[in-house]
């Protein structure tokens, strides 16, 4: 099936610095979802993007489908960015199914 | 808010105890699932409901038995758990899917905010 990598496993970062998080799926995929999981257990959607590039506030989101990677930009880091950032794509055997990565842990220090 | 909610946030049960989870969307999806998340592991999805059929059970022991009674709704009834099932159950839904496989089109899921499972 499907494999799903997520680079880097752990980032520190100082308030007010920018970040590049790396998504790697290594099969064609019909569209991919970010999710931020809050130290609550909370996951938050915060892209839905099946290829070229979406922007919300100090996020945005490029999917190169046909190089099948998907990068996620964090600009001007809050402490409140802190939290697990995953990926996730449908299963090619089955659209109801997602396939994980394993995340970014992001720690935003003041 | 997600529009997805679920109940109770935190659980704590014996291995003789039976419990259930509940979910509720308030988007007007036709799909709802189970999901999973063990410490240090992905999140798996358990179950899958398209407009309140069981699709989806991804060899999921007995012990975790699902409920879909309408659209709007989903159960996870708990019986003689183990110690191992302790972890982050997280509901989703969406709208329903048309079609299988890679020509069908994934619609976007939304998640509750979880109950996190303590099995003594």
């Known amino acids: 099936g499907i494999q799903v990598e997520q680079s880097p496993p752990d980032l520190i970062l100082q308030e007010g610095a920018n970040s590049t998080l790396r998504c790697n799926f290594s099969?064609?995929?019909?569209?991919l979802q970010w999710f931020h999981q809050n130290p609550w257990g909370q996951l938050i959607n915060l892209f839905y993007?099946?290829?070229g590039t979406k922007q919300n506030g100090r996020l945005s989101a490029t999917t190169v489908a046909t190089e099948r990677y998907s990068l996620l930009y964090i600009s001007s880091s809050q402490t409140t960015d802190s939290g697990v950032y995953f990926c996730?794509?449908?299963?090619?055997?089955?659209?109801?199914?997602?396939?994980f990565g394993s995340g970014t842990r992001l720690l935003v220090r003041p | 808010e997600t529009g997805v909610t679920q109940t109770p946030r935190h659980l704590v049960m014996g291995m003789t105890n039976k419990k259930s989870l509940k979910c509720e969307q308030h988007l007007g999806h036709n799909a709802m699932y189970w999901y999973k998340q063990s410490a240090k592991k992905p999140l798996e999805l358990m179950f899958v409901y398209n407009f309140k059929e069981q699709t989806e059970n991804n060899s999921v022991p007995s012990r975790f038995s699902p409920e879909c009674p309408n659209s709007s709704h989903l159960f996870l009834h708990l019986h003689t758990l183990q110690p191992e099932d302790s972890a982050l159950y997280l509901c989703?839904?969406?709208?329903?899917?048309?079609?299988?496989?890679?020509?069908?089109?994934?619609?976007?899921?939304?998640f509750g905010p979880g109950t996190r499972l303590t099995v003594l």
């Open positions: 996730a794509v449908p299963s090619m055997d089955s659209s109801y199914k997602l396939i």
């Open positions: 993007i099946p290829s």
């Open positions: 099969d064609s995929v019909n569209n």
């Open positions: 989703a839904s969406s709208q329903a899917q048309d079609r299988r496989g890679p020509e069908s089109s994934y619609n976007e899921q939304f």
